[in-house]
């Protein structure tokens, strides 16, 4: 069964950084594209960035010029660097991947297959 598991949230002061990983046990991973959501209590689930199979990346506005995508396919895992963070970047954060990803639907959450089970982000002020 296809499997992804984030890892690295945490707490942290408004300014700092985190790192979060996203390890996938997907045959497929080369051929996934990796994006990341997040959520907050009583919101939609916000697209934040994806990671196309042959690495480019897109990201959100609000993130662009602070989140970083990169990817270790030996390791099927990819990571979201996470800079300057403020607290509005307080969220769980899901990763997801899909094989069929086309830049018109990678905000969509129809457009990913799988799904993990999301990592805690709390920014304090």
């Known amino acids: 069964q296809a499997q992804l598991v984030e890892s690295g949230g945490g707490l942290v002061q408004a300014g700092g950084s985190l790192r979060l990983s996203c390890a996938a046990n997907l045959d497929t991973f080369s051929r996934q594209s990796i994006g990341w959501f997040r959520q907050t209590l009583g919101k939609e689930r916000e697209f934040v960035a994806t990671m196309f199979r042959g690495g480019r990346a897109y990201y959100a506005d609000s993130v662009k010029g602070r989140f970083t995508l990169s990817k270790d396919n030996a390791k099927k895992t990819i990571y979201l660097q996470m800079d300057n963070l403020n607290p509005e970047d307080t969220a769980v954060y899901y990763c997801?991947?899909?094989?069929?990803?086309?830049?018109?639907?990678?905000?969509?959450?129809?457009?990913?297959?799988?799904w993990g089970q999301g990592t805690q982000v709390t920014v304090s002020s």
């Open positions: 997801a991947a899909g094989a069929r990803l086309i830049l018109s639907t990678i905000t969509r959450h129809d457009a990913y297959d799988y």
